[in-house]
T-cell receptor
């Protein structure tokens, strides 16, 4: 149980285009989903927290107009990288927290990640 | 501010040898602590977690971790390492009402035949 999927797993795009990454909780409802960015050989950096039906909360230094997050349902959150540039190339990972599981308040289940390459 | 420190960037052990990966945290209250493993190009898989109770926590794949409040540590251990354990290991502490996780910088584990 508690499986999170991401699509696509890998995407290559031209500079200036927009790319949408989907994060789905397959067998549970997730009121909260998180988006991380990971540079090579580095740790995960939280970009934003996404709550179903409300605006995402972005971490300091993350451009909310560039990284658009939508959490339209309890099983789907999307991250759109707008007007992508080569410096946006990275590994993007989403995670989800199970709705209603209070005791595991902080536990997150992670997707397999999306490798974005901007040419 | 909350933080997680993994002092070892890279550790190499021989297959069959024991393993201990260090993790120290800084947190004002009782922490929620996690260890995740990441294989190359993959997402994170939860190895084990500590919320409360018994300070020695058993996880998957033969891993265990011990919470030591006096030392602010949550070290990960395995008695006998397998070649398939080669990966990146992340310690994390949960914080905040949103359940955010703060990750350490990770420890890369290499396993010698």
């Amino acid at each position: 149980g508690a499986v999170v999927s991401q699509h696509p797993s890998r995407v290559i795009c031209k500079s200036g285009t927009s790319v949408k990454i989907e994060c789905r909780s397959l067998d549970f409802q997730a009121t909260t989903m998180f988006w991380y960015r990971q540079f090579p050989k580095q740790s995960l950096m939280l970009m934003a927290t996404s709550n179903e039906g409300s605006k995402a909360t972005y971490e300091q230094g993350v451009e909310k107009d560039k990284f658009l997050i939508n959490h339209a349902s309890l099983t789907l959150s999307t991250l759109t990288v707008t007007s992508a540039h080569p410096e946006d190339s990275s590994f993007y990972i989403c995670s989800a927290r199970i709705y209603g599981r209070v005791r595991s308040y902080n536990e997150q289940f992670f997707g397999p990640g999306t490798r974005l390459t901007v040419l | 501010a909350q933080s997680v420190t993994q002092p070892d960037i890279h550790i190499t052990v021989s297959e069959g040898a024991s393993l201990e990966l260090r993790c120290n945290y800084s947190y004002g209250a009782t922490p929620y602590l996690f260890w995740y493993v990441q294989s190359p190009g993959q997402g994170l898989q939860l190895l084990l977690k500590y919320f409360s109770g018994d300070t020695l926590v058993q996880g998957i794949k033969g891993f265990e971790a011990e919470f030591k409040r006096s030392q602010s540590s949550f070290n990960l251990r395995k008695p006998s390492v397998h070649w398939s354990d080669a990966a990146e290991y992340f310690c994390a502490v949960g914080k905040g009402s949103q359940g955010n996780l703060i990750f350490g910088k990770g420890t890369k584990l290499s396993v010698k035949p």
